[in-house]
DNA sequence: CTTTTGTTTAACAATTTTGTCAAACTTAAG
DNA sequence: CTTAAGTTTGACAAAATTGTTAAACAAAAG
């Protein structure tokens, strides 16, 4: 059962997850992602079975990328504010070109109702949020419950990027414009989580 | 033409805007919206003509009431610091109603192609950015584009209502948990912003 | 070159969702 | 009570979307 590989699956999942989390177009429908892939809707039959199944592929694996990115910047050994400093840098370059993944991700879990448990999971987030409060208590940045630090870091990241057309309209700029403010943000942010 | 009000369009537009801006649920078909109104579907075209036209007047609908939310606030008497202390309880108090309401009007915005320019509405906007920059200048708040301070604090409040049920599960978290933290947040994002 | 196997396509079928309409129903007015 | 007007309902039609199949096609293997 030797496979040909002419990408056209690959292509038709990266067109999906484009439209998803970079256009924000969350329920696009077959043929609009077929013919964003410029391919016969078709075929997304042939390699994905439905509509569902592509949904479905498209959020794990939205998922795991998502936490397998945090998970490698968390569980570095860096001194913690540089770590934080490469979270910030990850992050938000990601999302940047992803803005909507994690919408799509949580609207996903809204439409249909997906269970998730994973204990490994816990482990590493307590882990985490554990170095945190190591660091108030060291007096690195101010006292408060760690989830709320952690809520504050990827608030202030993501929501200016998922916001953004609204955004665009309200402060009268352009994408340029934004972009550079966006830009802007990286530095903005460190200094906001450590005063 | 005397209307007999029955009440079943606002029942049908309430409901809806629960679906969308509570449940998250953008993509309800109107057979989901009817039957979460328990009225019979054909109701939605006899008031609203079509699908399509009620998710309009939703969309109109919620940016009116946010930008008429945001202008009462906004545009008060008040000493900055009450002034943003106050939109801070009104919008977190609207958001946590209606966390979805700023998602949907979004995805309707990338789905659609709208067409906004509102003249007035930059006048409101950059008299409070003045109004921020001159608290900057005074130095009651730290140096940096208003915009960024007005895209912080919206932040601040939005995203983590957004992003609950991921955080539910990644913090390890009930409903009951996490409203308490929601809670906190209030006097949070305050002290954040004022350092 | 022929065969084999995986890929792509178009036509078609099935399903889902939306829209229409006439009849039944309800309530207020005459 | 009867009428009139708005409201609600179910049956049906139309449209949009998804899924299936057989045939055409393309490339690697024999």
């Known amino acids: 059962m030797s496979t040909r590989d ?8 990266d067109t999906a997850k484009h439209l998803f989390f970079a256009e924000g177009k969350l ?5 609009e992602i077929a013919d964003a892939a410029g391919v016969n809707r078709t075929l997304v039959n042939y390699y994905f079975r439905s509509r ?11 998922q795991e990328s ?4 945090l998970d ?25 070109h992803f803005p909507y993944r994690e919408l799509f991700i949580i609207t996903h879990m809204n ?7 994973k204990k490994a999971r816990g482990k ?17 940045i101010r006292s408060m ?13 993501a929501y200016p990027l998922v916001t953004a057309p609204l955004n665009k309209i309200l402060f009268g700029m352009n994408d340029a414009d934004y972009n550079i403010l966006m830009e802007e943000r990286k530095n903005l942010i460190f200094e906001t989580i450590f005063p």
């Open 145 to 157: 419950n760690p989830r709320h630090f952690t809520m504050n870091l990827f608030s202030l990241m």
């Open 111 to 117: 439409s249909n109702d997906v269970i998730e448990s």
């Open 52 to 62: 569902d199944a592509l949904f479905d592929q498209v959020f794990h694996e939205a």
């Open 66 to 69: 998502l936490l397998n990115m």
């Open 27 to 31: 329920h696009a429908t077959t043929q």
């Open 124 to 140: 590493k987030v307590n882990a985490f949020l554990e170095q945190i409060q190591s660091e108030m208590d060291k007096g690195n």
């Open 6 to 13: 002419t990408g056209t699956e690959q292509l038709i999942k």
């Open 72 to 96: 490698e910047v968390i569980e570095s050994s860096m001194p913690f504010k540089q770590k934080i400093e490469n979270l910030i840098s990850v992050f938000l370059k990601e999302t940047m």
